[in-house]
């Protein structure tokens, strides 16, 4: 497909639209995508539809704990709902097209939502410190109204700096393709396409990934390095144990999310490859919200309990 072009004297041109090329590469399993991504999709709509399900009508889980898990599962199906449909339609149609203002919505949406997790993360790493180095003011610190505000700041903390990358990348000309080597419209693929000097705009985004990354990453390293630590101290091993087991399901999903958004954003230029990006990205778009219901239903009690006592009365 080609962009028009509106610019010949200095090389550069106006795109109307883009196209995702996706899993184009693979032609022979367009169908067989297609059935593992709706399948993928059903199990984030239903396990996370469950999570807030029991969250909400189980009296045990009214706690601020189970409040921020209930709007974790809220975002992953906005989250996977940004990019999910699309890759469907794709695979489904082969019309890979897309145009600039869908692909500028689909970005700035994604990036809005995956700022939000990473603040709700850290918000959640420092609900369990507070929980377990400070069990003794956790209901005076942790009330209803700080719950609400920390909710709603990591809701909306980010967005104004993502429509503000948003805007300016897609500012940029773009003179090399309208060919998007990605299954989404996302920051590096986009830039490849850029023509011009954008060491401006590499350094903003490192800036910013650095901010909505990195740094709620330290925090949530620096909370449960402190409750690691009051933990190894409790004196029995049951104690111990079940401390332990409400914070190691946190940490896992920590690890899954932040690991591959670190990689994706802050590795060096020269270490982008189209099939890394594609690979590291189905971690943090599909693989992560899909498995959050499982690691959290499964690794606590509280969760299992109140999921068994939901299907019991369904049943009967």
Aim: charged share 15%; with cysteine.
């Amino acid at each position: 497909m080609k962009c028009e072009e509106v610019k010949a004297d200095d090389n550069t041109s106006t795109i109307k639209q883009f196209v995702l090329l996706g899993f184009s590469d693979l032609p022979n399993l367009q169908r067989l995508l297609f059935g593992v991504f709706s399948t993928i999709y059903v199990i984030i709509l239903i396990g996370n539809s469950l999570v807030i399900t029991i969250t909400r009508l189980d009296k045990a889980l009214q706690k601020p704990m189970y409040f921020f898990l209930a709007h974790l599962s809220s975002l992953e199906i906005c989250y996977v709902s940004v990019t999910l449909p699309r890759i469907l339609v794709n695979l489904w149609t082969q019309d890979r097209s897309i145009s600039m203002l869908g692909c500028a919505s689909q970005m700035c949406f994604f990036l809005a939502l995956g700022a939000t997790e990473c603040f709700l993360l850290a918000v959640m790493a420092y609900d369990r410190y507070v929980a377990i180095c400070n069990p003794l003011h956790y209901p005076l610190v942790m009330n209803q109204k700080m719950c609400i505000q920390l909710a709603v700041g990591s809701w909306i903390g980010g967005v104004p700096v993502q429509i503000g990358q948003t805007c300016q990348i897609f500012s940029l000309h773009f003179c090399n393709s309208n060919q998007i080597n990605h299954f989404f419209c996302d920051i590096p693929p986009i830039l490849q396409l850029a023509c011009g000097d954008l060491f401006v705009h590499e350094i903003s985004v490192y800036v910013v990934a650095m901010l909505f990354v990195a740094l709620p990453f330290v925090l949530i390293l620096v909370s449960y390095s402190k409750i690691i630590s009051t933990i190894l101290k409790l004196p029995t091993a049951r104690g111990r144990a079940k401390a332990f087991s409400t914070c190691s399901s946190h940490l896992l999903v920590v690890f899954l999310f932040f690991g591959s958004a670190t990689i994706t954003y802050l590795r060096p230029k020269s270490n982008h490859s189209a099939g890394t990006d594609r690979l590291l990205s189905l971690f943090y778009t599909t693989v992560t919200p899909m498995f959050n219901p499982l690691i959290y239903s499964l690794r606590n009690k509280d969760v299992t309990a109140a999921l068994r006592k939901l299907l019991l009365k369904k049943m009967v």
